[in-house]
């Protein structure tokens, strides 16, 4: 009976390689699956459980056998699906299992900034006690405020179901409008991209980075959105022109940010290191102990809909 050949480019948890090594050929090393290597030895695998490595052109064009890339996530803007579909390779992703843990994520970084926990912590590790009966010192209330949500997909959708609970009216931009009953079920409203910007207390992004949604908010957006609004950045970084985010929370042109990417991922500029209104993480939107093993998970099932029932229910589409 023939296995088909699996590699692994990077460290997953152990739930999903065994569960992989229960119906194929795995390869997890992930000490020695650099890029390098990947590239020399790629052509003998089927598919391919892509995580910490770019699958661009080259990546791909070296796998003459792959029939699928899963990537261990969410995002796939590190990989070259059309070059990728051009050459018969299918590519999914891990939709369902970062819905939950990223959209708290959203919502922890939502509270750490609107609440200024940043300023608080690093004032008192510094010997001072910040003065909150000055109002340049206190935070916003959530109850009747706005929430803007760009990308009204499963994590955005979870993040208004969460954010209802402290009082917040939500409001959405998405390429695609929900349907009127979806809309009713979440107690959402739809409005057009700039009155997204120009009502929303709180601005978070879900949204895939795609040529469409690269460097979308910039100056001009900035310059739209009360100085008083905050903005969440759980999505990709490419989605903000970094530097106009900066100079924007250092002009006070939005009152601060909560974000967990960056467009020069792994380095975050020294400027925004700098500013006490801004709470930065490591793109840790998944990162707890479950979250990953599901995600683990769910790339092993999509291997196993893909080679055993001929299914690629995850199958990614930049253009939908």
């Not at 209330?141 to 760009?150: D, N, T």
């Not at 895939?208 to 900035?222: C, E, I, L």
């Amino acid at each position: 009976m023939h296995l088909p050949k699996i590699l692994i480019t990077g460290p997953i948890p152990a739930a999903g390689v065994e569960r992989l090594r229960q119906h194929f050929a795995v390869t997890y090393d992930p000490e020695l699956t650099t890029r390098t290597w990947v590239l020399q030895h790629l052509a003998a695998y089927e598919g391919l459980l892509l995580t910490g490595l770019q699958a661009d052109r080259e990546l791909i064009a070296a796998g003459a056998n792959l029939k699928i890339i899963t990537t261990n996530g969410v995002g796939f803007d590190h990989v070259d699906v059309d070059y990728a579909r051009n050459q018969g390779i299918v590519v999914t992703n891990c939709p369902q299992s970062v819905r939950q843990p990223t959209a708290e994520m959203t919502l922890a970084l939502l509270l750490a900034t609107v609440r200024r926990l940043h300023f608080y912590d690093y004032n008192l590790r510094m010997g001072k006690w910040p003065d909150v009966d000055q109002q340049t010192n206190m935070g916003m209330s959530l109850a009747g405020k706005v929430l803007g949500i760009y990308g009204m997909g499963r994590i955005g959708t979870t993040v208004a179901q969460l954010a209802q609970a402290f009082g917040m009216r939500i409001c959405y931009h998405n390429r695609q409008r929900l349907a009127q009953s979806q809309e009713e079920h979440l107690n959402v409203e739809y409005v057009d991209f700039d009155t997204l910007v120009q009502t929303a207390d709180v601005l978070t992004l879900h949204a895939p980075a795609t040529p469409a949604t690269t460097g979308v908010f910039n100056a001009a957006v900035f310059a739209k959105m009360k100085r008083t609004a905050y903005l969440i950045n759980v999505a990709r970084g490419a989605l903000v022109q970094q530097d106009d985010l900066i100079t924007a929370l250092q002009t006070g042109a939005i009152a601060g940010a909560g974000l967990d990417v960056y467009a020069t991922e792994p380095q975050v500029p020294p400027a925004l290191l700098q500013l006490d209104n801004v709470i930065l993480t490591p793109h840790a939107g998944t990162g707890t102990v479950e979250a990953r093993t599901a995600m683990a998970l769910e790339a092993a099932r999509n291997l196993e809909d893909f080679f055993q029932k001929q299914q690629a229910p995850n199958q990614v589409n930049p253009s939908a």
